[in-house]
């Protein structure tokens, strides 16, 4: 637990150094936004062991002097704990790397629809929301295209690179425009 505390306050660290020297010229705001959530559980039995996931979400976020998003950053660390029939954690993983950092490691290129690792379609995402207020990102289309993928975006402009659901990326947006100084 310490090391994923460490991991994340060192994430959040260096995403804030690099958006605060973007932020110290002409009225530009930035913020830090972060959101953690459950992701998968599977109980554990005689032959398997358990898991459990837990997903922290962290958006660095430039705001220019009318608003307008001129910069943003997502990360994601993915922390999955395996642990025996007993509740004991089994198979520690002795690193933890967020998303970014696995970069094409992190293996969604082969599962994705439209050939995309999550690096490329979290940048893609990025790039699609610099210009725009936070407000007009926050309310576009998305749908549920399954159980897993709640909230994906609804854009034309979006079909072809981003297919991940982007309801935490969305919440880590708002929380990252609250905290803007």
């Not at 002409?26 to 358990?50: P, R, W």
């Not at 082969?110 to 936070?134: D, H, L, N, P």
């Not at 659901?165 to 919440?171: E, H, I, R």
Request: one cysteine or more; a negative charge.
């Amino acid at each position: 637990m310490k090391k994923f505390l460490s991991l994340a306050l060192a994430l959040v660290l260096a995403l804030s150094l690099v958006s605060v020297v973007a932020a110290e010229s002409n009225g530009v705001k930035h913020g830090l936004g972060m959101v953690t959530s459950i992701g998968s559980v599977a109980e554990a039995t005689a032959e398997k062991a358990g898991a459990a996931q837990v997903n922290t979400t962290v958006c660095s976020l430039v705001l220019d002097s009318e608003g307008k998003i001129q910069s943003v950053i997502w990360d994601v660390q993915q922390s999955k704990i395996q642990f025996s029939l007993e509740g004991k954690p089994v198979d520690l993983p002795e690193e933890l790397l967020t998303k970014l950092e696995k970069g094409e490691a992190y293996g969604m290129r082969r599962a994705s629809e439209i050939g995309k690792e999550w690096f490329e379609q979290i940048a893609a995402f990025g790039e699609y929301v610099v210009g725009k207020t936070v407000e007009e990102v926050l309310n576009i289309p998305v749908y549920e295209r399954d159980e897993s993928h709640t909230q994906v975006p609804d854009v034309e402009e979006l079909k072809a690179s981003v297919t991940v659901t982007v309801g935490d990326y969305l919440a880590s947006l708002k929380k990252a425009a609250e905290s803007a100084k």
